[in-house]
């Protein structure tokens, strides 16, 4: 069985923050939130990563987190492209947002050769995420259904105070498998309470503090490529049709599918942890705060890659 490696997704440009926020230092030291990911994934067993980035930021990105990381773990590029696209599909002229998370991971499919996690570059996931996902990547394989998992959040511990955020809400059964997971696009608190609207504020539909939420963090087989591939043309064809500008391809939306037609499972593997992750500027100091903490509990070293070679 292949050893487990760790995709991360690098190629959105944080529209909402209004720069590149992935390799904006978070701490003292030059720290950004990836070097903090690639810390606990490295700590929990992973050995190489696979970060996903449009080519036009390959170089500064290399500077950036590409040659550190690569002293302490194996490092691919895949390259997330608007014209990756299905023969005979066109990109509708004035098209610049990226197609989503799973054309993103459809990227790298020629990397893929065995289990993968999954996560976005500009969030926090915490030890106790890593761990889990990686010790269920290393001990279950496909059989008669395809077997995933994720790691989820409460919602409490995931949403801002200076916006919006975007959140996969989970239905468990009680086995603790995934039911359904449906993509809400703008959640945010209101008063004392978290709620989502679908219609630009028009109305608006509470979630409770206790929801369990996909942060993007996956545990795949290599067999969701052939089902991001197979889903993803019939995508388009709608998109293009419906919302040609922002029409985007979830991997939230492959994995329903599969679990509506009964192909997959997914173990949902719940962290305590609270999500850090620096959606528009001004949460910047409540994450360097939270850093700073956790650095003075000694659950990171004032230098993370020092000596850890």
Same mark, same amino acid.
């Not at 001990?139 to 395809?146: A, R, V």
């Not at 500008?245 to 997914?266: G, I, N």
């Not at 939270?290 to 000694?298: C, H, S, V």
């Given at each position: !069985?292949?050893?487990?490696? #760790?995709?991360?997704?690098?190629?959105?440009? %944080?529209?909402?923050?209004? *720069?590149?926020?992935? /390799? +904006?230092?978070?701490?003292?030291?030059?720290?950004?939130?990836?070097?903090?990911?690639?810390?606990?994934?490295?700590?929990?067993?992973?050995?190489?990563?696979?970060?996903?980035?449009?080519?036009?930021?390959?170089?500064?990105?290399?500077?950036?987190?590409?040659?550190?990381?690569?002293?302490?773990?194996?490092?691919?590029?895949?390259?997330?492209?608007?014209?990756?696209?299905?023969?005979?599909?066109?990109?509708?002229?004035?098209?610049?947002?990226?197609?989503?998370?799973?054309?993103?991971?459809?990227?790298?499919?020629?990397?893929?050769?065995?289990?993968?996690?999954?996560?976005?570059?500009?969030?926090?996931?915490?030890?106790?995420?890593?761990?889990?996902?990686?010790?269920?990547?290393?001990?279950?394989?496909?059989?008669?259904?395809?077997?995933?998992? !994720?790691?989820?959040?409460? #919602?409490?511990?995931?949403?801002?105070?200076? %916006?919006?955020?975007?959140? *996969?809400?989970?239905? /468990? +059964?009680?086995?603790?498998?995934?039911?359904?997971?449906?993509?809400?696009?703008?959640?945010?608190?209101?008063?004392?309470?978290?709620?989502?609207?679908?219609?630009?504020?028009?109305?608006?539909?509470?979630?409770?503090?206790?929801?369990?939420?996909?942060?993007?963090?996956?545990?795949?087989?290599?067999?969701?490529?052939?089902?991001?591939?197979?889903?993803f043309g019939a995508f388009l064809?709608?998109g293009i049709k419906t919302n040609?500008?922002?029409?985007?391809?979830?991997?939230?939306?492959?994995?329903?599918?599969?679990?509506?037609?009964?192909?997959?499972?997914?173990?949902?593997?719940?962290?305590?942890d609270r999500w850090y992750g620096?959606?528009?500027?001004?949460?910047?100091?409540?994450?360097?705060?939270?850093?700073?903490?956790?650095?003075?509990?000694?659950?990171?070293?004032?230098? #993370?890659?020092?000596?850890?070679?």
């Open positions: !069985m292949e050893k487990p490696v #760790l995709v991360i997704m690098a190629a959105g440009m %944080g529209s909402r923050y209004g *720069g590149q926020k992935q /390799i +904006d230092p978070i701490d003292e030291e030059g720290h950004i939130i990836i070097d903090f990911s690639m810390y606990d994934a490295k700590a929990a067993g992973f050995e190489k990563v696979i970060f996903i980035i449009k080519r036009e930021d390959e170089s500064d990105f290399r500077a950036a987190v590409g040659e550190r990381i690569a002293k302490y773990m194996d490092v691919s590029y895949a390259y997330q492209e608007l014209d990756n696209i299905p023969a005979g599909c066109e990109v509708p002229e004035g098209r610049t947002k990226p197609w989503g998370t799973a054309h993103a991971i459809l990227s790298c499919s020629d990397l893929i050769h065995g289990p993968f996690a999954v996560i976005n570059a500009d969030d926090y996931y915490g030890k106790e995420a890593f761990q889990l996902i990686y010790d269920y990547l290393a001990s279950h394989t496909d059989d008669d259904k395809y077997r995933y998992a !994720m790691v989820g959040y409460q #919602l409490s511990n995931t949403v801002t105070d200076n %916006g919006y955020v975007s959140r *996969g809400v989970c239905e /468990i +059964d009680p086995s603790g498998r995934l039911g359904k997971v449906q993509e809400r696009t703008h959640i945010e608190k209101r008063h004392d309470s978290i709620e989502y609207t679908e219609d630009d504020g028009k109305t608006w539909h509470m979630l409770p503090k206790d929801t369990i939420v996909s942060m993007n963090l996956w545990g795949f087989g290599k067999s969701i490529m052939r089902e991001i591939e197979a889903g064809k709608e040609p500008f922002k029409c985007e391809y979830f991997l939230p939306s492959v994995v329903s599918r599969l679990l509506d037609e009964d192909r997959a499972t997914v173990d949902v593997l719940t962290s305590r620096v959606t528009y500027k001004e949460d910047k100091p409540l994450v360097e705060a939270a850093i700073r903490k956790m650095k003075k509990e000694g659950l990171y070293p004032e230098n #993370l890659w020092e000596g850890n070679n």
